[in-house]
Structures are given as structure tokens and as C-alpha cells.
């Protein structure tokens, strides 16, 4: 996946990068996916507890450091940041905060990294696989697609810049369910139209249906309530699930008439670029040297 070149810049770049993440005593994905490939993982992966008890702490001896913390996703990730390991906010530059029913493995964990970097992007997220469970179907895999910018990111799986990490991070604690947490992202960092990215080169699985996980047994309140809210109190739009662009793929397994297209013009502007070199006038130039030369001789 990657080219040597790539794969050093990113060994240089492994402890800037780090996947925080909820666990529990069913969790399983963040060790056959995650960590599918260790020992070429270029993040460090920190997992928060949330289950009273510990049934297998062998389970999580691969992993660079791990909190029993006991509570909602969004409100572990906030104490971790504010309160256990605020100095964070400065040794990592990218933060992916994953759910653990998310399927993706170590070296789309890279890819993602490597691309958030490359966009500069404030906040960025996988598109999600065919066969993913999901809210909004924007959000599916787009085949002739390489990235699209978009209004809003999902809470289930962001890729966060620590400058905007910082500016978001007082939200996380604005509700237990977490819903409508994203839409006050995107007001908090003034809808930007090309600093939230969904990257279609890079695919994950939701393998758990929108609502049924052990959350919402949990929360004991109304997360449309609570969705509503959150997002009247910072006075945003309830959701900014839009499409402003995208970069297109063009090669011929994606888009067979882009790609006829774009070769065409290749092979236009490489006869342009001769005609420049030897233009009209050298060439009459030319001709009439040689005639000359035949002449004399």
C-alpha cells in the first residue's frame, strides 16, 4: 500500500499519531483489525475502559496505554484529554477516535493518518463499506471518488487535527448520547468548506446497527432530545450532511470516459508543446536553410 519513501516518512511520524478508542469486555475488533498488522502500525493505540470489570487484561497487552474509565465514549476521551494526559494536545498531531465496533485494519489506520496529514485536514473519516450498518448514506464508499468535502463528520469514527481537536473538545461532554455532537463541530470551527474530508480510498466496516449498541441502554435519556439540545445551545445547524466537492478518480478501472478524456488531452497538449518547441517560423527557418545548402552545393 505503501512506497518505501512513504512508509519512512511515517516511521518518523508513528508517535504523532495516536487511536483512542472505548473498549469493552466484548470488544474484539481493535485486536483482529487495528492491530491486524502491528508491526507496521504508525500510530499508538489507547483504549478506555468502560465496563466495571476486567474479564481478560491480557487482552490489551499490545496496546500502547489503556484507562479504566468507566463511561460514555465522549466523556472518557474529555477527562483522558483535560484531566490524565492533557500534555496529549501537544505530542500527538492526529487523533482517531474510533468506535470499537468499526472495522478497519492497521494499514488503512496508516492511510488514514498519512492522508489527514497530506489534506491538512481538521477533521476527516473513512467513507464506510458497502455492507456497513449507517445514518447517512452519504457517507458509503463512493467507487470513482478519492475524497469528498463535506459539512460534517460522524462521531463514530473522526480523525481530528489537535488544533481542532482543542477547539472541539469542551462539546464532548455536552451530552451522554453524544448525538448532535458533531453538528456543533462543525459550527465551532465556522463550516469550513474544505477542511472536512471523507476519504473513498479508504473503507471501513460499521458492523453494529445505528442505536442498538449497549449505549443506548445506558444513557437513560432521549438522544433526539439531547440532539436538539446541544445544538440549539451552541446555536447550529441540527445537521450539515452536505457535499461542497470532491476529487475524482480518473484511471481507466474507475472511470473509463474520464480517463479516455484526460489521455486525449495529455496526447493534445504533448503536440502543443512540440509545436512550441519547433515553431512555424523555425521551421521556415529550417527549410530555407536546407534549400539553400542544396543550391550552393
Not at 460522524?154 to 481530528?160: K, R
Not at 437513560?220 to 452536505?242: F, S
Not at 486525449?264 to 527549410?287: C, G, H, P, T
Request: neutral net charge; aromatic residues 16%.
Amino acid at each position: 500500500m505503501f512506497s518505501q519513501t512513504e512508509f519512512e516518512i511515517m516511521s518518523k511520524m508513528s508517535t504523532r499519531n495516536i487511536v483512542i478508542a472505548p473498549c469493552g469486555n466484548r470488544s474484539h475488533i481493535f485486536k483482529e483489525y487495528w492491530l491486524k498488522q502491528k508491526d507496521q502500525k504508525q500510530f499508538d493505540v489507547c483504549l478506555l475502559f468502560y465496563h466495571e470489570t476486567i474479564n481478560d487484561p491480557e487482552l490489551y497487552v499490545d496496546t500502547d496505554h489503556f484507562f479504566h474509565l468507566k463511561d460514555f465514549k465522549y466523556h472518557m476521551l474529555h477527562k483522558l484529554l483535560t484531566e490524565l494526559r492533557p500534555e496529549w494536545l501537544q505530542q500527538y498531531d492526529y487523533f482517531y477516535f474510533l468506535d470499537d465496533d468499526i472495522e478497519i485494519d492497521t494499514l488503512e489506520i496508516n492511510q488514514m493518518f498519512l492522508l489527514s496529514r497530506a489534506f491538512e485536514s481538521w477533521i476527516s473519516q473513512a467513507s464506510l463499506s458497502k455492507n456497513s450498518y449507517c445514518s447517512w448514506p452519504m457517507f458509503k464508499q463512493k467507487s470513482n471518488s478519492f475524497c469528498r468535502f463535506v459539512g460534517q463528520i460522524e462521531v463514530m469514527s473522526p480523525l481530528f487535527h489537535k488544533d481542532a481537536l482543542q477547539k472541539c473538545l469542551e462539546s464532548f461532554t455536552g451530552n451522554r448520547s453524544s448525538w448532535g455532537v458533531d453538528a456543533v463541530w462543525s459550527k465551532i470551527l465556522g463550516y469550513p468548506e474544505d477542511k472536512l474530508l471523507v476519504f473513498d480510498t479508504v473503507t471501513m466496516r460499521h458492523t453494529q446497527p445505528v442505536g442498538g449498541g449497549e449505549l443506548y441502554q445506558k444513557i437513560g435519556v432521549d438522544p433526539q432530545v439531547e440532539w436538539e439540545t446541544i445544538t440549539k445551545a451552541y446555536g447550529a445547524k441540527k445537521q450539515n450532511y452536505k457535499e461542497y466537492g470532491r476529487l475524482q478518480l480518473v484511471n481507466r478501472h474507475h472511470n473509463k470516459v474520464n480517463y479516455l478524456i484526460y489521455n486525449f488531452k495529455q496526447y493534445l497538449s504533448s503536440l502543443k508543446q512540440k509545436w512550441n518547441d519547433y515553431d512555424l517560423n523555425s521551421r521556415l527557418v529550417s527549410r530555407k536553410n536546407k534549400l539553400f545548402n542544396k543550391q550552393e552545393h
